[in-house]
């Protein structure tokens, strides 16, 4: 399995990104799929997921704000992020999960600055 990321980089307060995760060697469509984010000095923390069936949630501090979403079809799974804050700057991981271990992406920069 592999999964890789991209999309991300740098945007002032108020931007929007969409992050893009690419699934290989894996029948993506069993695989519910989670984004997370970590800072440093920090723990990587839930931002949004979508199950294989596509059914989304997402932590508060992102509500109305990102949507996650999915196609099959092109085995990849979507973020995207309006309205971004300071506090949005973090690495971006993409996460697959299905029996057994959590497939992860190597994670991605996202930076709001102005």
């Known amino acids: 399995v592999q999964l890789v990321e991209s999309g991300g980089g740098t945007v002032q307060p108020g931007g929007s990104l969409r992050l893009s995760c690419s699934g290989s060697g894996m029948s993506f469509s069993i695989y519910n799929m989670k984004w997370y984010c970590q800072v440093p000095g920090k723990q990587r923390e839930l931002v949004a997921g979508i199950t294989r069936d596509g059914y989304t949630n997402y932590v508060d501090a992102v509500m109305g704000r990102f949507t996650i979403s999915r196609d099959n079809a092109k085995n990849t799974v979507y973020l995207q992020m309006n309205s971004l804050q300071s506090e949005d700057t973090a690495v971006y991981y993409c996460?697959?999960?299905?029996?057994?271990?959590?497939?992860w992406g190597m994670g991605i920069q996202v930076t709001v600055s102005s």
């Open positions: 996460c697959a999960e299905f029996l057994g271990p959590s497939q």
